[in-house]
């Protein structure tokens, strides 16, 4: 193959990087009942909706925060991010499924998530006062193929979800859970690494007596120079410790220091559910089977057109298919099965990972001749 197809092939799958890329929470299901998360288009509605997702309207184009603000609230919750006006109720114990828009597949990384008590109102919290401690962290989980499998694959895999354990330990009361994908795609160069925090108000139940009365600010949890943020994925790594502080105590997963394997039970995510318009919690919920699940804080028609989610102020979150009838999407085949064959009717997500898909089986095609396969990675962004 030469120098320019690849070329060429590069581009076009940069290109569709920068239209597809990042992502926001758009849909929690807290104990099997889902409710409505934020979108930056949400503050263009009259009046914007309270949703249990804090807001923050600055993310228009889905971006990332650099390590270079890692001082700055922004990595805290994101983007100018304000509080959610509503809270998802969990008992200690149970569990929270964070829905993804489409996540990028070249934007591999570990999903992290942190805990952190309002000792009070979390509609009117202090974000900078916020402690937090880690529930949940998942890195590098197989790196037999450079660049690996890790925990944004598995979270792609599951329908762009992840599921996570709100400890059993912890006190009943208002709690802000952060959410966060750290994408490394480019963190081979300093200041390269992509992180995408996102935060959701809670309100826990039970009996637990830890009330998480310590913790790490927000703008204490990364340095610029972390091993698990400065670091090139394109090259063997033998293991990935996952930034950030240790995993607490009572916590169901593992921080992820081990070689290779960074999982943690969290890891086993489940489909999302498909959204109904009551706000009655199913009974014994189950992250393997909240289809399901019902719907809180809002019920709004589901666009089923480009053109109805372009003009549509309140984005809803897409159905997914059920726990007993999964539609298959095809991907890197076609009509005719072959791979590479572009289906009809795709969309710009599942035309990124076709073109992936493209590229190297191109450069396997050439390293089978050549005996030898090089690797390139251009930073996207």
Same mark, same amino acid.
């Given at each position: ?76 919750? !994101? ?27 070249? !934007? ?151 070689? !290779? ?115 390139? !990675?251009?930073?996207?962004?």
């Amino acid at each position: 193959m030469s120098f320019i197809k690849l070329a060429i092939l590069a581009g076009v799958i940069t290109s569709f990087s920068k239209v597809s890329a990042h992502g926001t929470v758009s849909g929690i299901v807290a104990d099997g009942v889902y409710y409505q998360g934020y979108s930056p288009s949400m503050q263009y509605a009259s009046p914007p909706p309270a949703v249990v997702g804090w807001s923050i309207p600055q993310d228009l184009s889905n971006g990332f925060v650099a390590p270079d603000a890692y001082a700055n609230a922004d990595i805290i919750c !994101h983007l100018g991010a304000t509080p959610g006006q509503k809270s998802a109720t969990v008992k200690a114990g149970g569990t929270v499924e964070l829905q993804w828009t489409p996540w990028p597949v070249s !934007h591999h990384g570990p999903v992290i998530d942190y805990l952190a008590n309002c000792n009070g109102d979390c509609t009117t919290v202090d974000k900078t006062k916020l402690l937090f401690n880690k529930i949940d962290g998942v890195g590098l989980i197989d790196d037999t193929t450079v660049p690996g499998n890790w925990a944004s694959d598995k979270l792609i895999a599951a329908n762009n979800s992840w599921t996570v354990t709100i400890p059993s330990s912890i006190t009943p009361g208002n709690y802000v859970l952060r959410h966060e994908i750290i994408a490394l795609h480019s963190a081979g160069t300093a200041d390269g690494a992509q992180n995408y925090p996102q935060c959701v108000n809670l309100k826990v139940t039970g009996s637990g007596s830890n009330d998480l009365s310590t913790g790490t600010l927000g703008t204490k949890l990364y340095s610029e120079t972390d091993p698990g943020i400065l670091i090139n994925i394109y090259t063997a790594i033998s293991s990935y410790l996952v930034p950030g502080p240790a995993v607490i105590s009572g916590a169901s997963s593992g921080s992820g220091s081990t070689p !290779h394997a960074s999982g943690s039970s969290s890891s086993a995510v489940a489909p999302n559910p498909t959204p109904s318009t009551t706000a009655t919690p199913v009974s014994s919920p189950s992250p393997t089977a909240v289809a399901s699940a019902t719907v809180s804080s809002i019920a709004v028609p589901v666009p089923t057109t480009a053109a109805a989610v372009v003009s549509s102020a309140v984005p809803t979150p897409t159905p997914s298919p059920s726990a007993t009838a999964t539609a298959s999407k095809p991907v890197a085949t076609g009509a005719g099965g072959a791979p590479g064959d572009l289906p009809k009717g795709v969309t710009l997500t599942e035309l990124l990972q076709w073109l992936e898909i493209v590229l190297k089986n191109m450069l396997a095609s050439e390293g089978s001749s050549s005996q030898k396969v090089n690797r390139a !990675h251009a930073r996207s962004f």
